[in-house]
Every structure is written in structure tokens, then in C-alpha cells.
């Protein structure tokens, strides 16, 4: 009997062992040192053995047993100082609009069906089963394989599974790990002295030819994975020889962005920085990872003093990501302040700086407003207030928290941001009621619009609207013909041409400093005192158009004038410009100045883009106002004496009348597209009168004079007397 046992006790034993062994050659370290051997010794080779607490790893490769090095180092991570804030949280923080809901459904990402910003699509295997990580969807839109190389969706699968406990989404974060890491590998062979003129955001530069190793995507995709070993470190779900192979991606990914992405500036040169030294902050151990750490915070500081402008913006200027920059400053002080280090004075001044100019481009109900490539419907302003606190800005809290606390900032409440060339006008600092964005500078470094002299209108509520970006894509047209184009806008076009604006990412041609100033794409210098001018009574802000007109949107071209299937690029013929001068009186109303100048007559088209959320009418004498009953309203009004022009109202036909409340939506919206045609010296004016409720107010406006310096414009309101308005408008 006690043979029968001890025989059958070793025949479990054997079957454990071999059992054991099995897992162990399949799925342990003896399998990442027996599957990739190269990987390992570039792992062994980049490790500091001697780096505290890795003394069982040191021993074993002394001994050259790399499996028991893998195990001990394995071990160590679990159990290191830099990765226990990671190791400790409850669950992975990720991008807000990766939800696991609709975006990113952990459900149906195992299906290989993916939603990224609302498009939702199977991507297809290749015929060695992997995804297609550079799979476009139908409808063209081009993020989409560059937001799913950033590997959110790893992210929101593990918390699914923290949540649940289901083991089949840490199965998918395995597997999705194993596939990316086989599908798109790194270099062949190392190189370590890219060339600053290559394009760094290109695939064809790449020696693996596709989305996945754009260097601002895989510097995300780098804080991504940073996170996941952490999380999944100690989790036996997840085999050690995924574990080893991701941290020797991770080794990889820290080269790429130490060696290829430090030469970008803008964005990308700060976003890329930002995630190399999260990386190098939890991986001490790795042996250039002081100097990775030096090169991040030395880079950053030099690229924001480059691209931070005087009065706070940032040089691209499309609000979204200069907030977005603002954002992973905040993060880098963070990692800067954990390393017991201080951040660079010039560095601090300089976020101060853009703290401030964000907070006043924030709308009154705490949206940013949406420059450039931006979406229009997103909260920032409690953000800004938590930002403000941390640098103890008591001004800037003041702003974002609509008075509640903080210090108010000196009066008149209006700002004009002489670099940008943005003119913010409001009634007051805090329960601020009218509030209004012109945009007299640059069009921005990148992720620019044709946009210039857009003038835009809050009462109570938005009401004249920049239309957001919509997405990144020229398919169908929406975004080279309307969202980047001047017909999307609140300004004017001329013969039906856009303003001539230069997009280097989209267009051959240079991308040097002095051509993008000799462009109007970034600032020059600070913008005359003269053509601005802020009172406790009224504000004036001037501008002009300088760069001419064009036909042919804004497609991306090779050629610029024979890319087949796109409108031939036409650039205007003659000489035409337009000059706009706003003044707001404060607390009543604003008045427009347009002058069209040229060497012949012009066709006219000024138009103004409303909210979706208004009901809009016209009236007798084109006239236009909103007339939605208990909320802010605005009546345009045309003055007479100067260009009469024939207002036609536009919703969703064509290329007219759209606005993106958040990327890839469009709805219908109103347009007031007033039409007529021009003198070589011809000008026109417009009351806008703020008003309350669903009764439009009596109103009226006329041109009594105006030459090269001044205008002056008669307004009636109402039974109230009329009075003058007399303002420079010399530009």
C-alpha cells in the first residue's frame, strides 16, 4: 500500500516537474533567452547589473546563465523603488476619450474591431496573422493607425481586467503585446546619428516603412508600455517571456526617442521629450538612463524658449495642442521635482506665461477656444485652475474659476496678445456675459486654418463659431475645402479664392524659420501698439490679410499644379488684401470695420458661422439675428453707406454651413454668406448687438465717413438718441 502511494506520489511529482519545465520553456525567461536571443543580449547589454538592489542579476551573468539573470531581474522589478508609484495604483490613467465604452470596447478589440475617436473598423490580418497596424479606414482618416500605435487600448483592456478579474483581456493585452513587438520591428541595424534634415515624421523615412514608429507616437506608446510592465510585472496571467521581450522593447523604444526624436521642436519635440523622461525616471537601471533623463530636460527647455512666444502662445498656435503641451510641462515638472531636482527659471516664467494666455482664450462657460486644429466643445478651464494652484498663479486662478478664488486680474478685462495677434474682449472678469476672439496674427508654425481676421461672438452662450477641425483627413474634401479653409470661417473671401496660407506638412516647399515668417505663419516680432488699443470703455484691434489668395483648398500635394484628383492650385491674380478693425464698446456692442483693397473689383463673400444650438432668422434690411427665447442673442446688422451686400442663409449644402462638435462629427449649421462685389477701395461695417430673449431690438448703423485713418459709424439702438463712433483703422 505505502508503495502504491509513494509510486503514485512520484509519478505526480514527475508530471508537475515536466509540467513545470514545459511552461518554463514555453513561456518563462529560458524561453525569451531560447526565442530571442539577440533581444536578450541587447537587454543584458543596455542593464547597469550594478545599479542597487541587482546584485542576483549581476551574479548570474558573471556566471553566464542568462535565464537565471532574466528570473532575478524579473524578480527585482517587482520589488524596485521607481516603478512603485505605478505598482501601487489602482488602475492605468489613459487619454479620457479611450472610455472602454464606444472607444476602444475591450469586448470588441478582442474581435480585432477597434473605435478610435468614433470610427469603428475590423482591422484585417496579414498572412502571417498579424493586424494591420497601418490599416486606414474606409472613410480615410489618417490617425487612426497612429492613435492605435500609441497603445491606449492596451491600457484600457488591463483595467478592464483589474476591474473584472476576466482573464481572457489579459490574455488580449498579451497577445496584442506579441503581436506589435513581431509585426513591427525595431531597426535592423542600430543607428545612432539620424540626420536632422530627414523627415522625422514620415513612414518612407523610417527604416520599418509605416505609421507605428512616427517618434511622437511611439513616445506615447513608450509612457504606454512604461505603465503595462509595472502593472503586469507581478501577475501571473501574463507569462515572464512577454514581460522580458516588452522591457526589451522598452529598451529599444528609449534609444529611438533619445537619438531620433530630440531634434523635433513644437509639440512633438516637447510631447517626445516629456514621455522619454517619464521612461528614463522608472528605469533607472538601464545604463544611459542619467544621460537620457539630462538630454529630455535640457531639450524641453530649449524647445519651449524656442517656441514659446513673449506673451504666452505657443508658435503653432491651435489652442488644443498648445493646452496639450501645457499639459505634459506640468507632467515633466512633476518627474523634474521626483528626481530632487528644480526646474530651470526660464522654463517656470514660460508656462506661467502660456497659463495665463490659455485661461483668457478660454470662453466664459470654461471652453478653450478652438484655433486651429482644435475641437471646440472641450472643458479646460478647471484644469488650468489646478495648474494655477500648483504655480500658486493667483490671477490665472481667478480667471478659471469664474472669481471664486485667486486674485483678479488688473481691469480693463479685455487682453490683446501682441505676438499671436489675439484680441480677447469681455465685459467683465468674473460672471462675464459677452465675450468675443479676433484673430489679427500669424496663422501658426502647423496645425494652422486660412483664418485670418475671424471674429467670433459669445452672448450667454456661443454664438459666431469657428467650426473645429473635424479630422485629419482630405477625403470627401471637409477638411481642405471647409474646416482649413477661409470658407469655414468667420472673415471674408475674395473671387471665391481662400486666403493664400502656407501648410509646409502638406505642401512642398521649405520648412526653415525665415520662410514660414516671410509665410505670416509665425510672428515676426510684436505687433504694433498701434493696431491695438484697450480702455475702460472700448476696445479697438486691427489686422490685415497679407498673403494674397488662392483656389485649389488645401489638399495635401506633391505637386502643387497637377496633383491628380484635386482642384488645381490657382494663386490670385493682382493685387488684393482685406483689413478688419473691431471695437468692442464694453458691455453693449461691437462694430466692424472691413476694407477690401486691390487693383480691380472684387467679388465679396463675408460670412458668419453660427452655433448649431441657434435658431437663426432673417430680417428686413439684412438683417440677421438669433432668436432663441430666454438665452443670449445677437442681431447683425449691416451699415449702410458703404458696400451693399446681399446676405443668403446656408445650412449643410456643400461645402457651407458644417461645424465638429468633437473629431470625425459634423453637423448642419447656419451660415450668413453675404455676397456683392467690391471697389479696389471699397469698405462696408456691421453692427453686432448682443440682446436677451426672443425680442430683436430696433437697431440701425451707418457709415457717416471714413478715409485711410478713421471711420466714423452712427448707431441707433432702440429710442435711445444716436450716437458716433469714431476709431482709427489704419493698418
Known amino acids: 500500500m505505502l508503495h502504491k502511494m509513494l509510486t503514485t506520489f512520484s509519478g505526480c511529482l514527475i508530471i508537475c516537474l515536466q509540467s513545470s519545465l514545459s511552461a518554463e520553456e514555453t513561456n518563462g525567461a529560458a524561453a525569451f533567452v531560447k526565442n530571442y536571443p539577440a533581444r536578450a543580449k541587447q537587454l543584458f547589454a543596455s542593464l547597469n547589473p550594478t545599479y542597487p538592489g541587482m546584485s542576483k542579476v549581476d551574479k548570474a ?49 478582442i474581435k480585432d474591431k477597434f473605435t478610435i475617436k468614433g470610427i469603428t473598423a475590423v482591422i484585417p490580418r496579414d498572412a502571417a496573422g ?33 476591474k473584472t478579474g476576466k482573464v481572457k483581456y489579459a490574455k488580449f493585452v498579451n497577445d496584442h503585446i506579441l503581436d506589435w513587438i513581431a509585426a513591427n520591428p525595431y531597426m535592423k541595424k542600430r543607428v545612432s546619428d539620424f540626420k536632422a534634415a530627414q523627415c522625422f515624421d514620415r513612414p518612407e523615412s523610417h527604416p520599418n516603412p509605416n505609421y507605428t514608429w512616427f517618434t511622437l507616437h511611439s513616445s506615447v506608446r513608450l509612457k504606454a508600455i512604461t505603465k503595462l ?6 501577475d501571473r496571467n ?22 531620433r526624436a530630440g531634434m523635433r521642436t513644437g509639440n512633438k519635440g516637447i510631447f517626445t521629450m516629456e514621455n522619454l523622461l517619464y521612461a528614463a525616471v522608472h ?59 528644480k526646474p530651470p527659471a526660464e522654463f517656470l516664467d514660460s508656462v506661467k506665461r502660456q497659463l495665463f494666455f490659455l485661461a483668457v482664450c478660454c470662453r466664459p462657460d470654461g471652453k478653450l477656444f478652438p484655433h486651429g486644429d482644435s475641437d471646440t466643445e472641450t472643458t479646460k478651464a478647471p484644469k488650468l485652475a489646478e495648474f494655477a494652484a500648483e504655480l500658486e498663479e493667483p490671477e490665472v486662478l481667478y480667471i478659471s474659476t469664474n472669481g471664486k478664488k485667486g486674485t483678479k486680474p488688473a481691469d480693463p478685462p479685455s487682453r490683446f496678445f501682441n505676438y499671436s495677434g489675439f484680441g480677447i474682449s469681455r465685459d467683465h472678469w468674473r460672471n462675464t456675459k459677452l465675450w468675443s ?62 486666403q493664400n496660407m502656407y501648410l509646409w506638412y502638406k505642401e512642398t516647399g521649405p520648412n526653415d524659420e525665415a520662410y514660414l515668417r516671410s509665410r505670416k505663419m509665425i510672428a515676426t516680432g510684436p505687433i504694433s501698439p498701434k493696431l491695438y488699443e484697450i480702455t475702460p470703455t472700448f476696445d479697438r484691434f486691427s489686422g490685415k490679410v497679407e498673403v494674397g489668395y488662392r483656389k485649389g483648398a488645401f489638399y495635401k500635394r506633391r505637386n502643387l499644379s497637377s496633383d491628380k484628383g484635386i482642384p488645381k492650385l490657382e494663386i490670385m491674380k493682382g493685387k488684393a488684401s482685406h483689413e478688419r478693425t473691431v471695437y468692442f ?30 435658431s437663426v432668422k432673417k430680417l428686413p434690411g439684412g438683417r440677421i439675428a438669433t432668436t432663441d427665447p430666454g438665452k443670449g442673442n445677437l442681431l447683425i446688422v449691416p451699415a449702410t453707406g458703404g458696400i451693399k451686400l446681399k446676405p443668403e442663409l446656408v445650412k449643410g449644402k456643400g461645402f457651407q454651413g458644417w461645424y465638429s462638435p468633437k473629431t470625425n462629427v459634423r453637423v448642419p449649421t447656419w451660415c450668413a454668406d453675404y455676397s456683392g462685389e467690391s471697389e479696389p477701395n471699397g469698405y462696408f461695417a456691421w453692427l453686432m448687438l448682443p440682446f436677451d430673449g426672443k425680442n430683436i431690438p430696433g437697431a440701425s448703423a451707418g457709415i457717416i465717413s471714413a478715409d485711410e485713418q478713421k471711420v466714423k459709424i452712427e448707431v441707433k439702438i432702440g429710442n435711445n438718441k444716436p450716437e458716433t463712433i469714431e476709431f482709427p483703422v489704419s493698418i
Not at 494591420?132 to 492605435?148: E, S
Not at 510592465?229 to 507581478?234: K, L, S, V
Open 437 to 498: 476672439f479676433f484673430d489679427a496674427g500669424p496663422y501658426g508654425s502647423a496645425h494652422a486654418h486660412a483664418d485670418k481676421l475671424q471674429f467670433c461672438v459669445y452672448n450667454r452662450r456661443m454664438i459666431l463659431i469657428d467650426p473645429g477641425k473635424y479630422r485629419y483627413s482630405d477625403k470627401g474634401g471637409w477638411t481642405p475645402e471647409y474646416y482649413l479653409a477661409t470658407r469655414g470661417h468667420n472673415t471674408i473671401m475674395l473671387d471665391d479664392h481662400d
Open 238 to 259: 501574463i507569462p515572464d517571456s512577454t514581460k522580458l521581450l516588452l522591457l526589451s522593447s522598452i529598451e529599444e523604444h528609449l534609444h529611438y526617442m533619445y537619438h
Open 585 to 614: 464698446k464694453r458691455g453693449h456692442y461691437w462694430l466692424i470695420f472691413d476694407r477690401i483693397r486691390g487693383d480691380h473689383k472684387r467679388q465679396v463673400n463675408a460670412l458668419w458661422h453660427f452655433h448649431p444650438d441657434c
Open 229 to 234: 510592465f509595472y502593472f503586469m510585472i507581478d
Open 283 to 341: 528605469f533607472p537601471e538601464f545604463k544611459n538612463a542619467a544621460k537620457w533623463r539630462q538630454a529630455a530636460i535640457q531639450r524641453v527647455t530649449k524647445n519651449i524658449s524656442k517656441c514659446v512666444w513673449p506673451d504666452g502662445a505657443e508658435d503653432e498656435l491651435a489652442l488644443m495642442y498648445s493646452f496639450g503641451i501645457l499639459n505634459a510641462e506640468f507632467d515633466f515638472i512633476k518627474l523634474v521635482n521626483d528626481l530632487k531636482l
Open 61 to 109: 551573468l558573471k556566471q553566464h546563465d542568462q535565464v537565471a539573470a532574466c528570473k532575478a531581474l524579473l524578480n527585482y522589478f517587482k520589488h524596485n523603488q521607481a516603478g512603485s508609484d505605478l505598482r501601487d495604483s489602482e488602475s492605468i490613467k489613459h487619454p479620457k476619450w479611450a472610455n472602454g465604452k464606444k472607444n476602444m470596447n475591450p469586448d470588441d478589440m
Open 130 to 162: 498579424h493586424l494591420k497596424w497601418n490599416y486606414i479606414p474606409p472613410n480615410g482618416y489618417k490617425q487612426y493607425p497612429t492613435m492605435l500605435a500609441r497603445f491606449s487600448q492596451g491600457q484600457v483592456a488591463w483595467n478592464k481586467y483589474l
